[in-house]
């Protein structure tokens, strides 16, 4: 148990984590809107888990410190209680002490009556002192302990009683047969008196009263052990015999009388101690069985431990049979108690049973209430998985329909067809499954309430998944029938583009008659037709490739797809004339080309080392580039490893600036070049060139630029990294 100032630590302790989680919450939020995500859906479990511990932890502490403040007073009152137990055992300590002469013997005798009767009294107090110590489970830290008063107290006790044994003994032996005799008398006429009394009802008043009658007892048998020898010795005159056979009547009778009591108080108390050491196995049971139903931890269950809690809270119901027996037994009990009790105590002990069958009512109601929570999230769980069970399954099942439908050859229009509309109800079925998915969203919202976090993470997961799966499927299924209704016009599609493609080709071919003619009377130099050759007739020829090639492949597939009925034969023999007046037209335009082309012999030189130098300076950029778009890779958190990734780059960055002086060569050469051929513009196409001394001077600031960011970065992930490591370090502190 926490002392009061362990208490107040872990209370600065909790308001410090109280702080430290504000401000996480605040990062978190400043992360996730920097990054553009939702705040709960990063980290937002996590902080939410660690402020439900924390208010676990504030109100554990808030249970300690009054279950500590109780005992405190608990301890506080045994202390007073025992102090002032001991201040009277030293009073009676005192009187005895005094007690030496056998002057006054009747006073002394009645006062040490009088005092034996008190400490009756005290020993009942000193039990209860040592029953509200015993249920503190830690020792009481006093002056004294309740052992050491109540050895204090036997022992005055014993001298008392030997004390009160020693003055009636001298007194008779004095001779002093009245004084005798009146002393017993009054005493006699007191237990009458006592007896005459009501026997008590509560257990304490009860233990007190057979006390009493133990002491009344022992003074009854030790006065009449002391006035048997007297009367065998004839030492009483014989004018006080007749009183003195009286009052031995009387003595007897009252001794009876007194055991009867005994007997009747002891059988009481017995009672007591049954109806009592039951009801304590039952507040017991009580106790272990809700001890028992909190380590349970029922309010965010892990969802694969259902079955086991459930397990669990059934043997606790199978358990409650038992203490409901034990129930019944103690209020047959309670019956015998009331049977002697007044209206108070027993109004006292049945609010105390019903208390306690409430408290039994209420354990099983709360169990039964418990099981039947438990069972709606197992059923939820279930239709959870089930349902996710049958969305993936479905989900697989598409995704190997699409898989295989993008690998199949589908030869005619008919199969293109039938596959289309296949794919095209599996579209509406897969746009139906969203409803399944909502009512997926609307579990995942009923578990949230009663699942772990870890759960609800994993849940959380795959519900994203699954949306993610959806809108990724209905995707790809629609650009798959995107292209088969693509395939499905895909002959007129083939028509016009041939159609296109032809009308191109002679107007290529008119355009070069025309440049034919201008080089015979106009263009005497061969480098300028050779560049006004490749600028117009190899560049055309280049962008119009990709299109040969799609009309004789679509053509080729499309002759293919066509089936044996009347239709096909006409329109394969269509198709196989349109795709042959391609292919004669291109390879005429091919060699033509060629032809013009075989009639240059020289290109300068100057261009051609200037492009290869400019390849080479794009290669080299391109390989730079790479390397400055890596990843950065920390293989360790050591500061060696920031060390060695900055001398990494500065080698990186040497390179480039030694680079620097060849790019500046080669553009000074460049910008010489254009300015030179600005008069022969007309001969040269100096638009690569120019395209190139743009792009290098863009790819070279770009390269300055990104070697610089890429320092930052480093320096920037590092930092990060540290602070990242210091919050796990803290957050692995705060879990253990």
């Known amino acids: 148990m926490c002392t009061p100032d362990e208490l107040k630590v872990c209370e600065e302790t909790l308001a410090a984590h109280t702080n430290r989680l504000a401000q996480l919450k605040e990062l978190v939020a400043g992360i996730a809107a920097a ?43 045994a202390k007073n209680g025992l102090q002032d137990t001991k201040t009277y055992l030293n009073t009676v300590q005192k009187t005895l002490n005094d007690i030496t002469s056998d002057t006054d013997a009747e006073e002394k005798l009645q006062l040490l009556r009088e005092h034996l009767l008190a400490l009756t009294k005290a020993k009942g107090e000193i039990e209860t002192l040592n029953e509200k110590t015993i249920e503190v489970t830690e020792s009481v830290q006093t002056d004294m302990s309740v052992i050491e008063v109540l050895e204090l107290w036997q022992q005055i006790f014993r001298e008392t009683f030997q004390q009160y044994h020693r003055l009636s003994t001298r007194l008779i032996k004095n001779e002093d047969s009245v004084a005798a005799l009146k002393l017993w008398e009054e005493y006699l006429i007191n237990v009458q008196q006592f007896l005459s009394g009501n026997i008590p009802d509560d257990y304490h008043s009860l233990s007190e009263h057979r006390h009493l009658c133990e002491v009344h007892q022992n003074l009854l048998t030790t006065q009449q052990n002391v006035l048997l020898p007297v009367e065998a010795s004839k030492l009483i005159e014989s004018n006080v015999m007749e009183q003195f056979n009286s009052l031995t009547n009387f003595h007897n009778e009252t001794l009876s009388k007194i055991i009867d009591r005994h007997n ?64 019944k037994r103690l209020e047959g009990q309670q019956k015998q108690l009331l049977e002697f009790c007044d209206d108070a105590l027993a109004t006292s002990i049945r609010m105390e049973y019903a208390a306690i069958a409430q408290r039994a009512s209420n354990l099983q109601a709360g169990l039964d209430t418990w099981k ?11 239709d959870y998985e089930s349902k996710v069970g049958n969305l993936q399954t479905y989900y697989d ?39 399944e998915l909502e009512q997926l969203a609307v579990i995942q919202e009923k578990l949230k309430e009663c699942a772990s976090n870890s759960d609800m993470k994993t849940i959380n997961q795959r519900m994203w998944l699954l949306w993610h799966q959806q809108g990724d499927l209905g995707h790809q299924l629609q650009v798959l029938c995107n292209k088969l209704e693509e395939r499905r016009g895909l002959r007129t599609l083939f028509e016009a583009r041939q159609s296109r493609f032809i009308t191109w080709t002679n107007e290529l071919e008119n355009r070069l008659e025309q440049q034919n003619q201008m080089t015979l009377y106009g263009i005497k130099d061969p480098n300028e037709l050779l560049k006004k050759l490749e600028a117009e007739f190899n560049a055309e020829i280049s962008l119009k490739e990709s299109e040969y090639n799609w009309l004789i492949q679509t053509g080729t597939d499309l002759v293919q797809a066509c089936g044996e009925e009347y239709s096909d034969v006409v329109a394969k023999n269509n198709l196989e004339a349109r795709v042959t007046q391609v292919r004669d037209r291109w390879e005429y335009l091919d060699q033509l080309g060629k032809a013009r082309v075989s009639r240059i012999h020289d290109m300068m030189t100057t261009i051609s080392q200037l492009e290869l130098r400019i390849a080479e300076i794009k290669a080299w950029l391109s390989q730079i580039e790479l390397q ?35 790019i500046g060569e080669v553009l000074n050469l460049c910008t010489l070049l254009l300015s030179d051929t600005d008069s022969w513009k ?38 990060l990294l540290q602070e990242m490591l210091k919050h796990l370090g803290e957050e692995i502190w705060l879990k253990d």
């Open 397 to 435: 099942e598409v995704q190997n329909t699409i898989n295989s439908t993008s690998h199949e050859d589908l030869k005619s229009n008919s199969a293109v067809n039938n596959k289309l509309e296949n794919l095209q109800r599996m579209r509406h079925r897969l746009s139906d499954t969203k409803k």
């Open 35 to 77: 990054v553009g995500l939702d705040e709960h859906a990063l980290f937002g479990s996590e902080v939410e888990a660690l402020g439900r511990r924390l208010q676990d932890v504030k109100e554990s502490l808030t249970t300690l410190a009054d279950v500590a403040e109780a005992r405190a007073k608990i301890r506080l009152e």
């Open 628 to 662: 400055l778009q890596a990843t950065i890779n920390f293989e360790n958190t050591n500061k060696e490893t920031i060390d060695r990734k900055l001398q990494e780059h500065d080698i990186l960055r040497k390179s480039i600036e030694k680079e620097s002086g060849n």
């Open 264 to 327: 009747e108080v002891s059988d009481r108390l017995k009672a007591w101690s049954t109806y009592r050491e039951d009801q304590n196995k039952l507040l017991t049971w009580l106790k272990e069985m809700e001890e028992d139903r909190e380590r349970l931890q029922l309010r965010y269950v892990h969802l694969r431990r259902l079955p086991k809690v459930l397990m669990r809270i059934q043997t606790l119901l199978n358990r409650v049979p038992n203490g409901e027996n034990n129930l």
């Open 682 to 719: 007309a001969q040269f196409t100096t638009e690569y060139i120019r395209s190139s001394i743009q792009n290098i001077e863009n790819r070279w600031k770009n390269v300055c630029a990104l070697s610089a960011e890429r320092k930052r970065k480093i320096k920037s992930c590092w930092q």
């Open 372 to 382: 039947q929570y438990l069972l709606r999230i197992e059923e939820l769980h279930k």
